[in-house]
């Protein structure tokens, strides 16, 4: 009885580990043969290849620009508008409610978008806006909800993090005391600085500033600067600044 008792407890294995990475077996798969025949292809000849053929496997508008290593699943929950792109080592968890991320907006080196929603949480998902960028190696964990506007920018090493964990009881492992998970609101023309952490619940208003190390830990107003930890408001911005301390240069029409 022990072999069989084994076998069953390595197939259950397998099915858990089947369904924390597709939506089916056919679907894993699916995604895993594209990604192995076109996913490690170098140079703008992969990013054409995987431009056609990823097609078959999540939604693309238009044109999109996947750079070789990049690891997707639950493809079929990504949706990448027009022009945007995803550069090498990004890797996106897609699991309902899935991962989308609007035209031209870039998503750079290392940066992990992360749904992994396997509590049926109501509002899991990541919604990234138009002409925004993601910075290197920065994380996003949309369990609760992750709503990111127009034009914002996160620097390096930013953790935008919806979901916590419930710890109130001492006489219990906090693993098995569950979650919370509220969501967050990045409003449009937002910039984070580097190493910034946005914290579930949170709403960062329009036009404000998050300084590089921030904690955010409560609601920040639209056209503020905050810094610190916890972050709090270091000033308004009110359009009074005076004459700029050093040149400005201004992005090519249509680029970032």
Not at 71 to 76: G, I, K, Q, S
Not at 125 to 131: F, H, L, R
Not at 198 to 221: E, F
Request: glycine fraction near 14%; charge should be neutral; hydrophobic fraction near 40%.
């Amino acid at each position: 009885m022990q072999p069989s008792s084994s076998r069953m407890t390595s197939m259950q294995a397998l099915r858990l580990y089947l369904s924390r990475q597709s939506s089916s077996t056919g679907r894993y798969f699916l995604e895993q043969s594209l990604q192995a025949v076109f996913g490690w292809i170098p140079t703008i000849i992969g990013i054409g290849l995987r431009a056609v053929f990823y097609r078959l496997m999540l939604p693309i508008e238009g044109y999109a620009a996947i750079e070789d290593g990049v690891r997707l699943r639950f493809a079929e929950h990504v949706r990448l508008g027009r022009g945007s792109y995803l550069d090498k080592g990004v890797y996106l968890h897609a699991c309902p409610g899935g991962i989308s991320i609007g035209n031209r907006t870039l998503v750079m080196f290392g940066a992990v978008l992360h749904v992994y929603n396997f509590r049926d949480l109501p509002a899991a998902g990541i919604e990234i806006g138009a002409d925004s960028l993601i910075g290197e190696y920065s994380v996003i964990r949309g369990q609760g909800g992750v709503h990111i506007g127009d034009r914002v920018y996160l620097s390096p090493f930013v953790q935008i993090l919806a979901v916590n964990h419930v710890y109130s009881d001492p006489n219990v492992p906090f693993i098995e005391q569950g979650i919370t998970a509220q969501g967050i609101t990045v409003g449009d023309d937002v910039w984070i600085g580097g190493g910034a952490i946005l914290t579930d619940g949170v709403t960062v208003g329009q036009g404000s500033v998050i300084a590089a190390g921030a904690v955010v830990t409560n609601d920040v107003p639209a056209h503020v600067v905050v810094g610190g930890v916890p972050a709090r408001v270091l000033k308004r911005i009110e359009g009074q600044e005076g004459q700029q301390p050093l040149p400005v240069y201004h992005s090519m029409k249509g680029g970032n």
